[in-house]
């Protein structure tokens, strides 16, 4: 069974909601450059190094699930990922969320 978080910005807007990841194609862009993508063009979920994104059907995006599919080496992509794009990744299971 694969660990579970979800994704979300890190950043609040003025009303003290956090801002959106983006558009669902800003995402899938932005995450090629990653090694991060979908196995078919438009798929839900892509792919990346010990990772599954779910992204949902909602545009903007303002959350995402996070799989972990390879604890050994999923770590790396996660903070890299977290840190460039500004994400807080919240464990499902204790409420804790990471901030790398």
């Not at 899938?28 to 063009?41: G, I, M, W």
């Not at 999923?74 to 807080?88: G, N, Y």
């Amino acid at each position: 069974m694969s660990k579970q978080f979800v994704i979300q910005s890190r950043t609040a807007g003025e009303d003290g909601q956090r801002l959106s990841l983006g558009t669902r194609d800003e995402i899938v862009h932005s995450l090629s450059k990653f090694n991060t993508r979908a196995e078919t063009e438009g798929g839900d979920a892509l792919w990346g190094p010990g990772i599954k994104i779910e992204l949902p059907p909602d545009n903007p995006v303002q959350q995402m699930l996070l799989h972990i599919v390879e604890e050994e080496i999923a770590w790396l992509p996660i903070v890299r990922l977290a840190k460039h794009f500004d994400w807080s990744v919240m464990d499902i299971e204790s409420g804790r969320e990471l901030q790398p």
